[in-house]
């Protein structure tokens, strides 16, 4: 049996204040195994994307706790969990979130050389050749399409050797060609590399893919249901 990655403890958050207050996540229980995929779904404002950003210590829970590879974040000040995200956790948005004046190189490596990693060009160099980029990695975002721009983003997702990817809505700015290969790319890294991914998605086809499907229902899981043919993988 694989070992814990992930443990949440009654996990309960709510945003924004008074009258505008939304009870976010309601009381969430969930346990992750190292090398699992789990597609987190469900409609519009359930809490999935929420629970996501919990996951990847960008948002803090107003009670109950949240264990990643058996550190406590919700123990740790921002600065710390801060640290710790950066080196353990990639993260892959919809938007892409590069920086325009930046080149692909630069995009993946001024990340890792802000947080003293050595030789962060070489590092930025080998992700991006490891993504189908090594010709472009003196382009600008600008000049790239929107699949390439996602490529970088995973490229400098993984540069840091994260033992955990999350991915929130990966393909969703996509074509559909475009979005299947972006999914093989995040499917095959996660399987080459042997770390544990979690996605977010309202494409059911993507959600298939994982291990596992967790369903948001209201900020509470209402299903979890395990892909029976896969669990040998992480077993």
């Given at each position: ?18 009258a ?15 090398g ?35 550190t ?18 990639g ?16 995009n993946?490596?001024?990340?890792l ?13 080998r ?16 000049q790239?399409s929107?699949?390439e ?11 840091p ?7 929130d ?6 074509d559909?060609?475009?979005g299947?290969?972006?999914?093989d ?38 299903g ?12």
């Amino acid at each position: 049996m694989a070992k814990t990655i992930i443990e949440l403890k009654r996990a309960d958050l709510t945003l924004g204040s008074a009258a505008a207050s939304v009870h976010v996540l309601k009381g969430i229980d969930l346990t992750i195994r190292a090398g699992e995929s789990v597609g987190i779904v469900g409609p519009s404002g359930s809490g999935k994307s929420t629970l996501l950003m919990v996951l990847a210590g960008l948002e803090r829970l107003d009670s109950g706790e949240i264990n990643i590879s058996d550190t406590p974040l919700h123990a740790l000040s921002e600065d710390q969990v801060a640290d710790f995200r950066g080196r353990n956790i990639g993260i892959v948005f919809q938007s892409f979130h590069l920086i325009a004046n930046m080149s692909a190189l630069e995009n993946v490596a001024v990340p890792l050389e802000l947080a003293n990693v050595q030789n962060p060009f070489e590092i930025a160099r080998r992700e991006l050749k490891a993504v189908g980029l090594g010709d472009r990695l003196n382009h600008y975002p600008g000049q790239l399409s929107g699949g390439e721009q996602q490529r970088v983003a995973i490229a400098r997702a993984l540069a840091p050797s994260p033992a955990l990817l999350i991915a929130d809505e990966p393909t969703g700015n996509l074509d559909a060609d475009t979005g299947r290969q972006i999914a093989d790319l995040l499917f095959s890294k996660q399987a080459e590399r042997g770390m544990t991914l979690l996605l977010v998605t309202h494409d059911a086809s993507l959600a298939r893919r994982c291990m596992r499907q967790i369903r948001v229902r209201s900020g509470q899981i209402e299903g979890d249901d395990a892909i029976v043919r896969n669990e040998a993988a992480i077993a």
